[in-house]
């Protein structure tokens, strides 16, 4: 089946392809409602080394770097990820979903804290809850072994909470799928009424054997021997005496018009004869 025979299968079944479109645009239609556009805003922290360690630094704990620092990083990240810390946030009004992870391809302990939801608002609001509870957590961590102030562990924030923008990409496959889906159920539907109310051939005959060969009687042809004419004899005679010469076979139907001995020709000798000298 060709392109063309699959339009005009369509075409005279569209009144099964056009429900089927209908139904399918409501299906696409549904998922816009059931699955809504989110919004993702995003902020990154660093962690800073104490105060008394970047005396040698002159105080810049930019210059001062520790390996235990990306350490501290990812146990405070695995903190905020916890469900204690989802339930504190959610009771200080935060909503949506939230994550905390160590920032890809960071050469530092580098945090980056994430909300995701479907308001755009409450998102921007619920990251800056994230990223001020983020610093709590961090200064708790560090009361409870009684660590002194100055060398304490700090925080600060590299790029502050970002405008949400708009997550399309999860809703737009959903609605894709649910288009194929719905196509191709109405493609089958179409196709399956064509093979119900399609008529069917009558089944072929079945193959006579082949009947036996009739006898055909064999017509025996009667062979007659020519003489040849009396003028000729005379010269058959010496030919003859050499060598005897055979009847010559002919068919019983030969042609009425060819002389068959001397009688037929009144007497007259052919004039292609040769006469004897």
């Given at each position: 089946m060709d392109l063309a025979e699959i339009f005009r299968v369509m075409r005279r079944r569209w009144y099964v392809l056009l429900p089927g479109l209908l139904l399918t645009a409501g299906l696409v239609f549904g998922v816009t409602r059931v699955v809504h556009v989110t919004y993702q805003s995003q902020s990154t922290v660093v962690l800073l080394n104490s105060q008394k360690a970047t005396l040698a630094y002159d105080g810049n704990p930019f210059l001062s770097t520790q390996t235990s620092l990306t350490g501290m990083a990812d146990s405070l990240a695995r903190n905020l990820n916890s469900d204690d810390s989802l339930r504190e946030l959610k009771s200080r009004g935060a909503k949506g979903t939230f994550e905390?992870?160590?920032?890809?391809?960071?050469?530092?302990?580098?945090?980056?804290?994430?909300?995701?939801?479907?308001?755009?608002?409450?998102?921007?609001s619920s990251d800056k809850i994230l990223t001020a509870y983020a610093k709590e957590r961090l200064e708790e961590f560090q009361q409870d072994q009684s660590v002194a102030s100055k060398a304490m562990i700090r925080m600060t924030t590299i790029v502050a909470p970002q405008t949400p923008v708009a997550q399309t990409k999860t809703r737009l496959e959903y609605m894709i799928m649910a288009g194929g889906a719905g196509l191709v159920l109405s493609l089958v539907a179409v196709f399956y009424v064509e093979a119900r109310r399609r008529p069917r051939q009558p089944d072929a005959p079945a193959e006579e054997e082949p009947e036996s060969a009739i006898d055909v009687p064999v017509v025996e042809e009667t062979l007659a021997i020519r003489r040849p004419p009396s003028w000729s004899q005379s010269t058959g005679n010496e030919r003859t005496a050499a060598q005897p010469e055979e009847p010559r076979p002919v068919m019983a139907g030969a042609s009425a018009a060819e002389p068959r001995d001397e009688e037929s020709t009144?007497?007259?000798r052919p004039r292609t004869g040769q006469r004897d000298r």
């Amino acid at each position: 089946m060709d392109l063309a025979e699959i339009f005009r299968v369509m075409r005279r079944r569209w009144y099964v392809l056009l429900p089927g479109l209908l139904l399918t645009a409501g299906l696409v239609f549904g998922v816009t409602r059931v699955v809504h556009v989110t919004y993702q805003s995003q902020s990154t922290v660093v962690l800073l080394n104490s105060q008394k360690a970047t005396l040698a630094y002159d105080g810049n704990p930019f210059l001062s770097t520790q390996t235990s620092l990306t350490g501290m990083a990812d146990s405070l990240a695995r903190n905020l990820n916890s469900d204690d810390s989802l339930r504190e946030l959610k009771s200080r009004g935060a909503k949506g979903t939230f994550e905390a992870k160590l920032a890809d391809n960071a050469q530092g302990p580098l945090l980056w804290l994430t909300v995701t939801g479907t308001d755009k608002a409450s998102v921007l609001s619920s990251d800056k809850i994230l990223t001020a509870y983020a610093k709590e957590r961090l200064e708790e961590f560090q009361q409870d072994q009684s660590v002194a102030s100055k060398a304490m562990i700090r925080m600060t924030t590299i790029v502050a909470p970002q405008t949400p923008v708009a997550q399309t990409k999860t809703r737009l496959e959903y609605m894709i799928m649910a288009g194929g889906a719905g196509l191709v159920l109405s493609l089958v539907a179409v196709f399956y009424v064509e093979a119900r109310r399609r008529p069917r051939q009558p089944d072929a005959p079945a193959e006579e054997e082949p009947e036996s060969a009739i006898d055909v009687p064999v017509v025996e042809e009667t062979l007659a021997i020519r003489r040849p004419p009396s003028w000729s004899q005379s010269t058959g005679n010496e030919r003859t005496a050499a060598q005897p010469e055979e009847p010559r076979p002919v068919m019983a139907g030969a042609s009425a018009a060819e002389p068959r001995d001397e009688e037929s020709t009144h007497g007259h000798r052919p004039r292609t004869g040769q006469r004897d000298r």
